[in-house]
């Protein structure tokens, strides 16, 4: 199987590697071959995060230039900066939700317009899921679910290589078991609103 690409970035403390160890631990127990690269970042609340994960055969979890399948990007800003993993056949979800930088803040450089980013997204990629994951999670139940709303999109994604069972399967076995609950509700949120488009 040629290797399904995924780079996933945001900002420490969003679930961005809880996220990447529930798509890989799905992977293997739907016996597909997983590489995921060390977390590049740091992964304290507010440092930049992003880690890769490739599906299939691959040796090395390192996503080369334009050839990430699928963008997961949990933080707006740090889509954009993600661009050039992306390519015309990559689909993106993004969360619009934005969390400003501490070198934002203050200076006189504003954050980019929400519309703005979308629209440099849509203009270098296939497709873009836009979803206030923030809101959806707080409507699950919790903030902390964010992470589980932008799994749920991802995975009703086109071509995304891991069904839903074996994915809510990895789900339960590794967030803890009184937040399951919540964590489910904020994945279907992700999911239907993914599915709807």
Same mark, same amino acid.
């Given at each position: 199987?040629?290797?399904y690409n995924i ?53 090395? =979890?390192? @996503? ?5 399948? %699928? ?7 740090? *889509? /954009?900066? &993600? ?28 954050? =980019?317009? @929400? ?5 440099? %997204? ?7 899921? *836009? /979803?206030? &994951? ?26 995304f290589p891991i ?35």
């Amino acid at each position: 199987m040629e290797p399904y690409n995924i780079y996933i970035c945001g900002v420490g403390g969003q679930g961005i590697i809880k996220t990447s160890i529930v798509i890989g631990e799905a992977a293997m127990k739907s016996d597909m071959g997983v590489v995921m690269s060390e977390v590049h970042g740091m992964a304290q609340r507010g440092g930049v995060v992003s880690t890769e994960l490739k599906i299939g055969n691959s040796k090395s =979890p390192i @996503i080369e230039k334009g050839s990430a399948d %699928l963008l997961i990007a949990f933080e707006p800003m740090e *889509a /954009l900066r &993600a661009i050039p993993k992306a390519s015309k056949d990559t689909y993106v979800i993004v969360n619009t939700s934005p969390i400003m930088p501490f070198n934002i803040i203050g200076s006189e450089v504003p954050y =980019p317009k @929400i519309q703005d980013i979308l629209d440099e %997204l849509k203009s270098k990629v296939k497709d873009v899921f *836009a /979803l206030d &994951a923030e809101k959806a999670a707080k409507e699950a139940g919790h903030i902390l679910s964010l992470n589980m709303v932008m799994l749920g999109g991802s995975t009703a994604v086109s071509g995304f290589p891991i069904d839903k069972e074996a994915v809510l399967k990895s789900m339960k076995a590794n967030l803890p078991q009184k937040s399951i609950p919540i964590n489910m509700k904020a994945y279907e949120k992700g999911f239907e609103f993914v599915s709807s488009k």
